[in-house]
């Protein structure tokens, strides 16, 4: 039997038919954006048939949310594997997670913006926003300790709405090409860690 097919037989087996299409599905999207790709397409770099992915997602736009809350459950992370390299709860943590955010958006631009869309995950979008707030409560845990809160709280709320907006637009300048034009040096890094800094309330 040839290796291919003995590969696509062990990714039935071991159950991983869902996770190499969203995995195909993402790398095409990349490629091509949310409209650039067809599910044969997927298929065919998943080295599946075309019938294969209807045991799992019911359309084309159903496997694209599916990628979408792939990628908010990565982002998220990111944003932890960030954090954890510096002191819980400090400024420098704080800042690390704005720099996972705005790497992601520069590394898949498509899937970004898809994770932030919604037209295409009609009938899903709630599903959606709860996958989001578990990637938006790394942010909100990490600002709950810099506060000395002991759960999230509307205090924890009201200051972290800011920190994440800051680093949203930032995202989007990035991967829209806008900072290119600009008439000065732009360093992403030091951006996110002064506006990090001046957003937070001064702590004794």
Same mark, same amino acid.
């Given at each position: 039997?040839?290796?291919?097919?003995?590969?696509?037989?062990?990714?039935?087996?071991?159950?991983?038919?869902?996770?190499?299409?969203?995995?195909?599905?993402?790398?095409?999207?990349?490629?091509?954006?949310?409209?650039?790709?067809?599910?044969?397409?997927?298929?065919?770099?998943?080295?599946?048939?075309?019938?294969?992915?209807?045991?799992?997602?019911?359309?084309?736009?159903?496997?694209?949310?599916?990628?979408?809350?792939? @990628? /908010?459950?990565? +982002?998220?992370? &990111?944003?932890?594997?960030?954090?954890?390299?510096? $002191?819980?709860?400090?400024?420098? *943590? =704080?800042?690390?997670?704005?720099?996972?955010?705005?790497?992601?958006?520069?590394?898949?631009?498509?899937?970004?913006?898809?994770?932030?869309?919604?037209?295409?995950?009609?009938?899903?979008?709630?599903?959606?926003?709860?996958?989001?707030?578990?990637?938006?409560?790394?942010?909100?845990?990490?600002?709950?300790?810099?506060?000395?809160?002991?759960?999230?709280?509307?205090?924890?709320?009201?200051?972290?709405?800011?920190?994440?907006?800051?680093?949203? @637009? /930032?995202?989007? +300048?990035?991967? &829209?090409?806008?900072?290119?034009?600009?008439?000065? $040096?732009?360093?992403?890094?030091? *951006? =996110?860690?002064?506006?990090?800094?001046?957003?937070?309330?001064?702590?004794?």
């Amino acid at each position: 039997m040839a290796k291919g097919k003995i590969q696509k037989k062990s990714g039935y087996h071991h159950g991983n038919l869902r996770g190499q299409l969203v995995n195909a599905a993402g790398r095409l999207i990349e490629q091509n954006g949310p409209d650039g790709f067809s599910m044969s397409d997927a298929c065919r770099l998943a080295g599946v048939s075309t019938a294969a992915p209807y045991r799992h997602f019911s359309s084309k736009q159903d496997l694209l949310t599916e990628v979408a809350m792939d @990628g /908010l459950r990565r +982002l998220g992370e &990111d944003m932890e594997r960030q954090a954890s390299g510096h $002191p819980r709860g400090t400024v420098q *943590s =704080i800042a690390a997670i704005g720099r996972a955010y705005v790497g992601f958006a520069i590394r898949e631009p498509h899937t970004f913006r898809l994770m932030f869309s919604t037209k295409e995950h009609a009938g899903r979008i709630d599903e959606l926003k709860a996958v989001g707030r578990g990637s938006y409560g790394v942010l909100l845990r990490e600002v709950a300790g810099y506060l000395g809160e002991p759960e999230i709280n509307e205090t924890v709320l009201r200051w972290s709405f800011p920190l994440w907006t800051q680093v949203h @637009g /930032l995202s989007f +300048l990035s991967i &829209d090409g806008k900072l290119e034009v600009t008439d000065f $040096p732009v360093d992403i890094n030091e *951006s =996110i860690y002064i506006a990090t800094e001046r957003l937070l309330p001064a702590m004794e």
